[in-house]
DNA sequence: CGGAATCCCCATGGATACTG
DNA sequence: CAGTATCCATGGGGATTCCG
C-alpha cells in the first residue's frame, strides 16, 4: 500500500480525450462498414439508415480531417476508405461489440 | 462474392447503442477510477477535476441507473463501487487505453 | 449521385450558488 | 461531505431544401 492513488484527470492522458475522439453516434459504425472494403456515400447513407446527408457528410469530413478515412475521387464517383490509423481501431470496435453483444441484450 | 452486403444499421445491434451507453465524457474515466477501489464522491472529483459537481453526479446516478455502479450509504459516508457489468468494461476499457496511447499522442 | 446550405431542437456539459 | 437547484452556452444531430 506504498500507493493508493487514483489516476488524476490530465488533459493529455489519452484516455480522457478518447470519447471525444470516437464518440461520435456513428464514427464506429462507419468503420465497420469501410473495414471491408472502401464505400461510396450513397452506399454508407443506405446502410447505415436513418442518418441524414448531412450528418454523415460532417462526421466523414471530421474523420478524414482526424486521418481515419480518405476521401478519393474517381471517374465512377466518390470514395471512402480507410487509413491505416482508421484500420487500427477495428480490433477495439470488435472488442466493443463483442462486450455489447454479451452485456446490452435490450 | 456470394455476399457482398455491409451491415446495415440496426437499432437492435449492439454496437449501434455502444457509443451512446458509455460515450459520456467522464463515464470510462470514473469506471477506471473505481476498478483499483471503491470511492467516495468527493474523491472522484477531486481525481477527475475539472469536472463539476453536477455533471459527476447525474453521470454517477445514470450509471447506477444502468447498472454499472452501485451507491452505498454507510456510517462513514457514501461510497461507489463497481457492479459485474462495470467491471466487464474494464478490459475493454484498457484496450481503449492502449490505442490512444499508442495513436493520439497530442 | 454526392453532397452544401439552412434552420432548428434539445441533451450534454459547465458555472455558480446554496443546502442538510 | 455529498450533493441539489438554477441558469446558460455549445454543438451534435436531424429535417428539409437546393445544387452541379
Same mark, same amino acid.
Given at each position: 500500500?506504498?500507493?493508493?492513488? #487514483?489516476?488524476? @484527470?490530465?488533459?493529455? +492522458?489519452?484516455?480522457?480525450? @478518447?470519447?471525444?475522439? $470516437?464518440? &461520435? ?5 462507419? $468503420?465497420? +462498414? #469501410?473495414?471491408?472494403?472502401? +464505400? ?7 446502410? #447505415? ?6 450528418? #454523415?457528410?460532417?462526421? /466523414? ?5 482526424? &486521418?481515419?478515412?480518405?476521401?478519393? =475521387?474517381?471517374? =465512377? ?11 487500427? /481501431? $477495428?480490433? /477495439? $470496435? ?13
Amino acid at each position: 500500500m506504498t500507493t493508493d492513488q #487514483l489516476p488524476t @484527470f490530465d488533459p493529455r +492522458c489519452p484516455m480522457s480525450t @478518447f470519447p471525444v475522439q $470516437i464518440g &461520435g453516434r456513428w464514427t464506429a459504425m462507419i $468503420i465497420q +462498414c #469501410l473495414d471491408r472494403r472502401p +464505400c461510396r456515400f450513397g452506399e454508407l447513407r443506405r446502410h #447505415l439508415s436513418p442518418v441524414s446527408a448531412k450528418v #454523415l457528410s460532417e462526421t /466523414l469530413q471530421s474523420m478524414e480531417a482526424d &486521418g481515419y478515412l480518405v476521401r478519393t =475521387e474517381t471517374a =465512377e464517383g466518390v470514395s471512402y476508405a480507410l487509413t491505416d490509423l482508421g484500420g487500427s /481501431l $477495428i480490433p /477495439l $470496435i470488435r472488442a466493443a461489440r463483442t462486450w455489447a453483444s454479451e452485456h446490452l441484450d435490450d
